[in-house]
């Protein structure tokens, strides 16, 4: 059955990991700019990663048939340092035209911090100005309740922010009414020990319904999985759920949202 | 009856079937984790803020109330409202630490 893993950090993993995820049907992967273990030492660091998201790993990708799509941003982890951020701000317009780029992601916050949230508040700013899409970090642990809501509340001050352009990542069981009332896509993320394993992710689409939810597998340089997608399915497909329903969270659902930018084209694969 | 009620497309002992040896896993690490802190190496003493936070979600989760893991999720999580000021670490553990709180 083919995938799209909406949030995979791939230029943490291996070629064996993108030939796994093509022999287990994924298609397409998006990859949020992430933290990279450490604090990057200036904005020269981050344009050297977002010229490798833009091209090294798309070319790696399409070695799998896989598409490699990507978003920009100063990950929240490093949203604390304000002058950072500005200056990284500054500069990301200019990668904003690759045609690998689909928005401004992933933003959000990490330990919840006022500085965080106006970084935060710049780079949902940053993507209006020029009308991508956003994808959000929720924080982690005993972090993400509260940061959700701030998140929520922040991106409602927002009259002009088209909601159905938003999708806020990484909800859990607390956090995912919220998001979908406000009517945010969301994202389960299919992380072993710190977020969703695939019988939780399974619970929570068969109480909330599978619309407007992704899931994805995060993976990155920690212990993750990056087949988690596929692992869901099965759970899925083991509780007796129809191929039409597992079909709409793996694939149509993602398509459904990313399609929204012009930049998401699969017919080529 | 719930809204949330037979959503789950498996029957009861279906559920048990599939999932009971992996919940019994979990039982027996949980025990031997509890086992493990009486035999420290500088013996006993009072509870860390995580281990007091899973002695709660024990307790919950034998309360015989829905929405299990969502309220052990609240009971882990910050409860304050206000961004904080400082930053201090950019790492999470697990369980909201009430002496970290700002006073917000």
Redesign the interface.
Same mark, same amino acid.
């Given at each position: 059955m083919r995938y799209i893993d909406l949030h995979a950090h791939m230029v943490s993993r291996t070629t064996d990991c993108y030939q796994q995820m093509a022999a287990s049907g994924c298609v397409a992967v998006t990859e949020p700019a992430f933290w990279p273990g450490f604090d990057r030492r200036s904005a020269d660091g981050f344009e050297d990663y977002f010229h490798h998201l833009t091209t090294f790993e798309p070319q790696r990708a399409a070695q799998y048939g896989i598409r490699h799509f990507t978003w920009l941003c100063l990950n929240p982890?490093e949203g604390?340092d304000r002058d950072l951020a500005r200056e990284v701000l500054r500069r990301i317009p200019k990668y904003l035209d690759r045609p690998t780029v689909l928005g401004i992601g992933e933003i959000g916050l990490?330990? %919840? &911090?006022? %500085? +965080?949230?106006a970084t935060f508040r710049e780079h949902v700013e940053l993507a209006l100005e020029h009308d991508l899409l956003i994808l959000i970090h929720t924080?982690?642990? +005993?972090?993400?309740?509260?940061g959700t809501?701030?998140i929520v509340e922040t991106l409602l001050t927002y009259p002009e922010l088209k909601r159905e352009r938003v999708l806020i990542d990484h909800a859990?069981?607390?956090t995912i009414e919220p998001i979908l009332a406000a009517g945010f896509w969301t994202g389960l993320t299919l992380y072993p020990t &710190?977020k969703a394993s695939p019988?939780?992710a399974a619970?929570l689409l068969?109480?909330h319904g599978p619309d407007r939810i992704c899931v994805s597998s995060a993976c990155d340089w920690g212990p993750s999985v990056p087949i988690a997608v596929p692992h869901l399915a099965l759970e899925l497909r083991?509780?007796?759920?129809s191929p039409a329903f597992i079909e709409q969270v793996i694939w149509r659902n993602p398509v459904a949202f990313l399609s929204q930018s012009p930049r998401f084209r699969l017919e080529d694969v | 009856m719930s809204e949330r009620e037979r959503t789950c497309p498996l029957t009861r002992q279906q559920i048990v079937d599939r999932y009971f040896l992996e919940n019994r896993a979990r039982l027996l690490d949980l025990a031997a984790f509890f086992d493990r802190l009486e035999r420290a190496a500088d013996g006993p003493g009072p509870d860390d803020f995580r281990v007091a936070a899973l002695r709660a979600g024990i307790r919950l989760l034998l309360d015989g109330q829905p929405e299990r893991a969502k309220r052990i999720q609240l009971l882990l999580s910050d409860p304050t409202h206000e961004p904080r000021r400082e930053l201090r670490g950019k790492g999470a553990v697990g369980a909201y630490n009430p002496a970290t709180a700002e006073g917000d």
């Open positions: 982890k604390h990490n330990k %919840n &911090t006022a %500085n +965080e949230l924080p982690h642990l +005993e972090d993400k309740w509260k809501r701030l859990e069981e607390h &710190t019988q939780r619970d068969e109480m083991a509780r007796g759920h | -």
